[in-house]
């Protein structure tokens, strides 16, 4: 079954306290991995896209980086502001292109 | 300004009613999507449409309808036949071509049944 994975659900972090978010997926005709910011009540922002294995992204305290199987999004010395759910998605062929998520990570940066 | 606009932002449903969300993007985008956000999860894809008087059924499109009459618009139908409506909606667009693109959000709807 195509499918896009993230974990943790939920991570704490202390400010300043460096770590990953995992995004792995199991699609056949992978065209790209995508990674979302999304705040609460409000549309997912784009943050990076990803085309092929050993690509890496970065933009301030964010670096994105794919392998075959999965992708992780680092951040590096967080902020408070940086506190929101990361989602990550894949477009790939299966007949048509298809886009789909997968079930975010919530991410808490504590002053 | 280029975007996507979902309207209205907040909805109220009674039982065994249709509601219709509105999609419009003047972002010249081919392809179109609807998914469904519950609390705490990611997004469930609804419907797809990649050209106009096209659309294919997404993963959750049971009690679901949509029409693309137009290449702006993408509006979804929510009918009685949906038992759980009550959701985040949200709709996305996208510029379909040889490197793909990223898809632009609007900023949802919230559909609650009373």
């Known amino acids: 079954e195509d499918q896009v994975t993230q974990s943790p659900e939920a991570l704490r972090l202390q400010e300043g306290e460096s770590s990953s978010l995992n995004c792995s997926y199991t699609v056949s005709g992978l065209r790209g991995l995508f990674w979302y910011r999304q705040d609460p009540g409000k549309g997912p922002e784009f943050l990076f896209t990803l085309y092929s294995a050993g690509e890496e992204k970065e933009k301030e305290r964010l670096k994105a980086t794919l392998t075959k199987k999965e992708s992780f999004l680092h951040i590096t010395a967080p902020k408070p502001e940086d506190s929101a759910t990361y989602l990550c998605?894949?477009?790939?062929?299966?007949?048509?292109?298809?886009?789909?998520f997968g079930t975010g990570t919530r991410l808490k940066v504590l002053a | 300004d280029g975007g996507i606009t979902q309207s209205p932002k907040y909805l109220f449903r009674k039982e065994g009613q249709n509601v219709t969300l509105s999609c419009e993007q003047n972002?010249?985008?081919?392809?179109m999507y609807w998914y469904r956000q519950d609390p705490g999860q990611g997004l469930r894809l609804i419907y797809y449409?990649?050209?106009?008087?096209?659309?294919q059924k997404g993963d959750i499109a049971e009690g679901y309808s949509v029409s693309r009459e137009k290449k702006e618009s993408f509006p979804l139908t929510v009918t009685s036949a949906q038992k759980n409506p009550t959701a985040f909606y949200l709709c996305?667009?996208?510029?379909?071509?040889?490197?793909?693109?990223?898809?632009?959000f609007g900023q949802g709807t919230r559909l609650t049944v009373v």
């Open positions: 449409s990649q050209i106009v008087n096209d659309f």
């Open positions: 972002l010249n985008h081919d392809a």
């Open positions: 996305a667009s996208r510029r379909q071509g040889r490197l793909n693109t990223e898809a632009f």
């Open positions: 998605a894949v477009i790939y062929t299966s007949g048509t292109y298809k886009y789909i």
